[in-house]
């Protein structure tokens, strides 16, 4: 079987130049994600512009994903090679953003002395550095470290979303976003989200049209307003840093769970984030825990996994890929896919739906089913907006999904739904001529021969909202 879960990875230092990228690519990477809280605007322009040269240079579809700063708090910059933290030294904080040591840290939010109380615990970065609040003096604050480390660049700083008067998406996020929707990127994440209204704010142009949004789920808040977040999205990424320093560590598997369920359940793509092969920043090959850490967000259900550091500023992005490739590839051959597809299906009853929801999970449904009992070729899912291929893939059907759209946006953002190949088909007027270009493509570019049966599914016109029609048919 073919690696059926997508692989995100993160652009950065190790990774920017033009062969690394290439061979990225070749080792399994799906979607490109630029970190913008990172470097100025013109770098990142500049890279994205060298991402989407290099992928089409290489022929082969390739997301790219631009991701929002969003309200982070972050320290001023460490000096080059990093400051270490040490357990039982007392450290001062104040709000600024010139320079940090590892005595005196400057965090770039003005209330900081307002907003952290004696006795909170601060998680620096991706918290394993630790201090705890034992003095304010009204502009500054004293903290005893309790697990000393390294920081280097501008790490971030968990302050309590309760607590956090910043919100997003920030004047800065939306700066950012206008200069990325202009140059057509395929998708954007927004970092911090707490209800759907964070989402709206964003005011881009519904997928295709513009980007697809992901939401972070990363406060409290979000786990709160789950549903809502995932209705207002187009995909939706578990973001473990901050959740895990928001809530009790001991419950943020169970989290994690819950929110890849529902999001599949809704027919959005979930992405699970942070810390996945971290070792390998360093090391040739992860831990025995990560390895089991990936194949088992797999085993959970995510559409996606995504690499962070290791890809960044690791000292082999390459092989880091091509390791996160092997490993999913292996979980997607042991997934209970009989038992998940009909977990799905009883989540789905128990909604309430618009008409043509229901019409879109009979239809897949009957694909699903219909599609392992013929020992179907491909599910070939023609589809405008993308909307047919992210309906069935919620199944996660054994039956390769292959999905063909006229719009190269929809081709970009099907990059990131699991179990999707996504082929590019011409504009055609009417659904009859779509159906017999993607059977001729289905032949052509993917190996599939005259005579094998095919399930297609689609709206019954290029404008319908629904995916209202299923034919079984063979490759002429």
């Not at 979000?222 to 001991?250: F, K, T, Y």
């Not at 399930?455 to 629904?466: E, K, M």
């Amino acid at each position: 079987m073919a690696r059926r879960t997508k692989i995100i990875a993160t652009i950065g230092p190790s990774c920017s130049d033009a062969p690394t990228l290439r061979a990225m690519m070749e080792a399994g990477m799906d979607v490109a994600r630029i970190n913008l809280s990172h470097g100025s605007l013109d770098d990142s322009l500049a890279l994205y512009r060298r991402i989407r040269s290099v992928s089409h240079e290489w022929g082969h579809h390739l997301g790219i994903l631009g991701d929002l700063p969003g309200p982070k708090v972050r320290c001023a910059s460490f000096p080059e090679g990093g400051a270490e933290l040490v357990e039982g030294e007392l450290i001062s904080l104040r709000p600024g953003n010139s320079h940090s040591d590892s005595h005196d840290i400057e965090v770039d939010y003005e209330t900081l002395a307002v907003d952290l109380h004696i006795g909170d615990r601060l998680a620096f970065g991706d918290g394993s550095v630790v201090a705890v609040v034992e003095d304010s003096d009204g502009d500054s604050l004293k903290a005893r470290v309790v697990f000393g480390g390294k920081l280097q660049g501008r790490p971030g700083l968990h302050i309590p979303s309760d607590r956090l008067r910043l919100t997003a998406p920030t004047d800065n996020d939306l700066k950012l976003l206008d200069a990325f929707v202009t140059e057509g990127v395929d998708m954007v994440a927004l970092s911090f989200v707490r209800s759907a209204h964070d989402l709206r704010r964003l005011g881009v142009e519904p997928a295709p049209r513009g980007p697809m949004v992901i939401a972070k789920v990363e406060t409290r808040a979000a786990v709160d307003n789950l549903d809502g977040i995932i209705e207002a999205s187009g995909a939706v990424m578990v973001a473990r840093g901050d959740l895990g320093a928001e809530c009790p560590i001991e419950e943020l598997p169970h989290l994690q769970k819950v929110i890849i369920e529902r999001c599949i359940a809704l027919g959005r793509p979930a992405i699970t984030a942070t810390q996945m092969l971290e070792s390998m920043i360093h090391a040739p090959v992860p831990t025995r825990a990560e390895a089991s850490d990936v194949a088992n967000a797999v085993f959970d259900g995510s559409s996606a996994v995504m690499l962070s550091g290791e890809t960044a500023i690791g000292r082999d992005p390459v092989n880091t890929v091509r390791t996160m490739a092997r490993i999913t590839a292996r979980a997607d051959e042991e997934f209970d896919y009989e038992t998940w597809a009909q977990r799905i299906m009883n989540l789905r009853e128990d909604q309430t739906q618009r008409e043509e929801d229901v019409i879109t999970d009979a239809i897949t449904m009957a694909a699903w089913r219909v599609s392992e009992t013929l020992d179907a070729k491909a599910i070939i899912c023609l589809s405008q907006t993308g909307f047919t291929v992210r309906s069935i893939a919620r199944f996660r059907p054994t039956t390769p999904i292959l999905g063909f759209s006229p719009d190269p946006r929809t081709i970009n953002q099907l990059t990131l739904s699991w179990g999707a190949t996504p082929i590019r088909t011409g504009d055609h007027a009417t659904t009859a001529a779509l159906v017999e270009d993607s059977l001729r493509l289905a032949r052509d570019a993917r190996g599939l021969r005259t005579g094998d049966p095919v399930v297609v599914i689609s709206g019954h016109s290029t404008r319908t909202r629904a995916t209202d029609t299923l034919r079984v048919m063979r490759i002429p």
